[in-house]
């Protein structure tokens, strides 16, 4: 019988410090054992527990893409006893990964569809995974025009900069960065709250268009009644979800929305399946 | 079906004799309660109780349980890897259980073994041990099986079933599993042929006595939103001071928390029981509690056993009726009364009552 509670034993290749707070740190992990790299294969959306061991598990978002070869990549926000330990880390500790683990965003339903990324904050890493796997030569052409909204408090706050710098220059996915302020004269990208470049920048709705949105809880509120007025569906909004977390697997009880699991149901989500359901997140 | 009568001149030879085979667990009495314990050899199970305080389920599933062990010692080859804890599945039997305890180890075996995930802790512990059933024949007051799809003469997860007749059991033979038990115990004569016909009328007079119901045929058509939104459990959780005597009694709560815990060089990662009752379960790093207050807490755990569970499963309750968070509840909350309001709830009903 397979344990679904042992992780993968890997090993810290790479950290990378994300935003200028220090707070957000990138890892990217190599498994220690050939195969288990094979055996952990995902899609764009998934999750992970990290083991840090002698301190116990976090669920995190995998950052890096299935087309992306050799590690995964996991960014993590400083917030508790594991996360603090795990940034006290250096290049080379042995840990583990379980996973991967949930549903992914809806890649069967959005292949052949427009596709518009909002995001906010440190919640940008799933959906970094999914624009890697997007605009691998392979899977460009299964989609059809992607927008990508991305807000930061500060210019310094923004994740994976390098990478967004790219995709601007890229002319086959339109990125909208955007900032609540910010003090340097040459930046060149938007100013304002993550809702109100959607309203301005975000295309209009049709049946082709599908939005997932992935951020904090108050950019997701007042996010939410612009898709509205540019005539998203709720089930034309796709989300992610974050709960506590110890098992991964729907067992230990405690990340339930009704009767969906976050970690074994989700942690994708239509807006329409959770308007059906107690909003415990 | 076959039925052995056990003379209880018999009895203590028999149990030692399962012993030399199986790790045997029965209920034992301390000061005032029962409970399921490891039997030592030659230790009797007393069959003299009503039900326990605590109910089976650490007999499958241990309040506390190492699952891996590590070390942190970088000098050891494998430091920070984790190794699975050696495990005991070797046969182990629990005499004395009562049908509504044994019939909840099902209800939970829809969580732990599932298409996509086995928890390999829970399903070897299950599938390693005999569920010896004593069917009750003075249920107790609090007891509302018949409702909760059990029933004090029930036969659903036992491997046998004992009915007390005076000087002897009855032992009703229903798996294999059970007429192995029986035989390693050297009880093997037939009863007589009215035997079946007897504990028919014992288990229909006992299920006559059982004094309180539940009605859960509405729950499944309710909608979730709006029993959720409901007025009551204001009124419901009013009392609750989230000690969790509830959770930690019932059979059939399952949630657990997964811990590490270092011992100088060296750790090992556990699970516990936990409870949704505590504003611990939920909480977020960042300090968010999406069931932070204790009415959303108290709400959690009945619609998780009567709703919930309900949808997911298309299979009753998660609840068998046993009565042990009615009996120790500190504040009188009481899930027969808290069930038949969600079964009976009308959102468009008024809530004022009538002038």
């Given at each position: 019988m397979l344990n679904p509670y042992m992780p993968y034993p890997v090993c810290i290749d790479e950290i990378i410090t994300e935003t200028e707070d220090r707070n957000l740190k990138t890892f990217k992990f190599v498994f220690l054992n050939p195969g288990d790299e094979d055996k952990f294969s995902y899609r764009a959306g998934q999750f992970a527990e990290l083991s840090v061991t002698g301190k116990g598990e976090i669920p995190i978002g995998i950052a890096s893409s299935p087309t992306e070869k050799g590690f995964v990549k996991f960014t993590v926000n400083k917030v508790g006893l594991v996360s603090s330990y795990l940034h006290s880390m250096k290049v080379g500790d042995i840990m583990g990964i379980r996973g991967p683990l949930g549903n992914s965003y809806p890649w069967d339903t959005l292949e052949g569809k427009n596709v518009v990324i909002i995001g906010g904050g440190f919640a940008f890493t799933t959906l970094r995974s999914s624009i890697i796997f997007m605009l691998d030569p392979a899977n460009r052409k299964k989609f059809k025009n992607i927008n990508v909204i991305y807000g930061a408090r500060t210019p310094g706050m923004l994740l994976y900069r390098d990478e967004l710098a790219a995709w601007e220059k890229r002319d086959d996915i339109n990125m909208h960065i955007t900032v609540d302020?910010?003090?340097?004269?040459?930046?060149?990208y938007n100013v304002g709250f993550v809702p109100a470049i959607t309203e301005k920048k975000a295309p209009n709705a049709d049946a082709d268009t599908y939005a997932i949105i992935c951020g904090p809880p108050v950019m997701i509120k007042f996010t939410q009644p612009v898709l509205d007025k540019l005539g998203y569906g709720h089930d034309h909004i796709i989300m992610s979800l974050e709960n506590r977390m110890k098992c991964g697997i729907g067992m230990c009880g405690r990340c339930n929305i009704g009767k969906e699991f976050v970690c074994k149901d989700g942690p994708v989500f239509t807006l329409a399946q959770l308007n059906a359901t107690p909003r415990e997140y | 079906m076959k039925v052995i009568k056990i003379d209880k001149n018999d009895w203590a030879g028999g149990i030692g004799k399962i012993q030399s085979s199986y790790r045997l667990y029965g209920p034992v009495k301390g000061d005032a309660f029962h409970d399921f314990k490891a039997l030592e050899k030659g230790e009797l199970p007393d069959l003299n109780f009503f039900n326990t305080r605590v109910s089976p389920k650490s007999v499958v599933y241990p309040q506390s349980e190492v699952m891996f062990e590590y070390s942190l010692d970088e000098k050891d080859a494998e430091h920070h890897i984790l190794k699975d804890a050696a495990k005991d599945y070797s046969p182990k039997a629990v005499l004395g259980i009562r049908p509504c305890d044994a019939a909840s180890f099902l209800l939970v075996k829809r969580n732990f073994d599932t298409p996509e995930y086995k928890d390999p802790y829970w399903i070897r512990s299950y599938e390693a041990t005999t569920f010896v059933g004593y069917a009750c024949n003075n249920p107790c007051s609090t007891c509302f099986c018949t409702t909760a799809g059990s029933g004090p003469f029930n036969e659903e997860g036992l491997d046998v079933l004992l009915v007390d007749e005076g000087d002897c059991y009855y032992a009703k033979v229903i798996t294999s599993k059970g007429e192995n038990l029986l035989n390693a115990a050297g009880w093997k004569t037939e009863a007589d042929g009215g035997a079946p016909d007897k504990i028919a009328a014992l288990g229909k007079e006992a299920g006559s006595k059982i004094g309180s119901s539940v009605a859960t045929d509405q729950l499944k058509d309710k909608k979730t939103t709006e029993l959720y939104e409901a007025p009551f459990w204001e009124d419901v959780s009013f009392a609750c001071i989230n000690c969790g005597t509830c959770t930690y009694l019932c059979p059939t709560c399952w949630c657990f928390d997964i811990q590490d815990e270092n011992s100088g060089c060296s750790g090992v990662r556990m699970r516990n029981w936990d409870s949704c009752m505590f504003p611990l379960f939920t909480i977020h790093g960042t300090g968010h509690n999406p069931r932070g207050t204790k009415l959303q807490r108290v709400r959690q755990r009945f619609m998780h056993k009567l709703k919930y569970y309900v949808d997911k499963?298309?299979?009753?309750?998660?609840?068998?009726?046993?009565?042990r968070c009615i009996r120790s509840c500190p504040v009188n909350i009481d899930i027969r009364r808290v069930c038949d309001m969600m079964n009976s709830y009308d959102p468009k009903a008024c809530a004022c009552p009538a002038k």
């Open positions: 302020a910010v003090n340097d004269p040459d930046w060149k | 499963y298309d299979n009753g309750i998660q609840c068998v009726g046993c009565g």
